[in-house]
């Protein structure tokens, strides 16, 4: 399966793809059209109301520097965090065994985490710009 890994380059972009979209799905609704009923869903898990905008800033900016690739390692890492505070706040009510409760934060949490941890790959805007090494390009 050693010619799997020439298609590393794909697989995170794949990864970068899909998480943003379901990171954009979700938080676009919370930055442009935030509703009461959000508000009083975060007021109830203890956070303050204007945590709704909060997390669609980071939810649909996050996504999209994911999806071109830019400054992927601490958008990803935000998302991570973001992700393990709706898992502890939000989705544990029922313990840690309910894992239908936090399947899709669970989810998202860790392959928010390898991307912070593993970057974005040569397909990206990351790559283009800072380079291999995530240092600044010499032309």
Not at 123 to 130: G, I, W
């Amino acid at each position: 399966m050693k010619f799997m890994s020439r298609l590393a380059p794909l697989s995170l972009l794949a990864l970068r793809g899909a998480i943003g979209l379901v990171f954009l799905y979700h938080g676009y609704p919370k930055l442009v059209h935030p509703t009461e009923g959000m508000r009083t869903f975060f007021m109830s898990h203890g956070f303050p109301s204007y945590f709704v905008e909060v997390s669609g800033i980071l939810e649909f900016f996050g996504a999209l520097l994911l999806i071109v690739g830019l400054f992927t390692r601490p958008a990803a890492l935000l998302l991570t965090i973001e992700m393990i505070v709706a898992i502890v706040k939000v989705h544990s009510g029922h313990g840690i065994y309910a894992v239908r409760e936090y399947e899709l934060p669970l989810a998202l949490a860790a392959a928010s985490f390898v991307l912070a941890t593993i970057g974005a790959g040569v397909a990206s805007t990351d790559h283009l710009v800072f380079g291999e090494g995530g240092k600044t390009r010499r032309g």
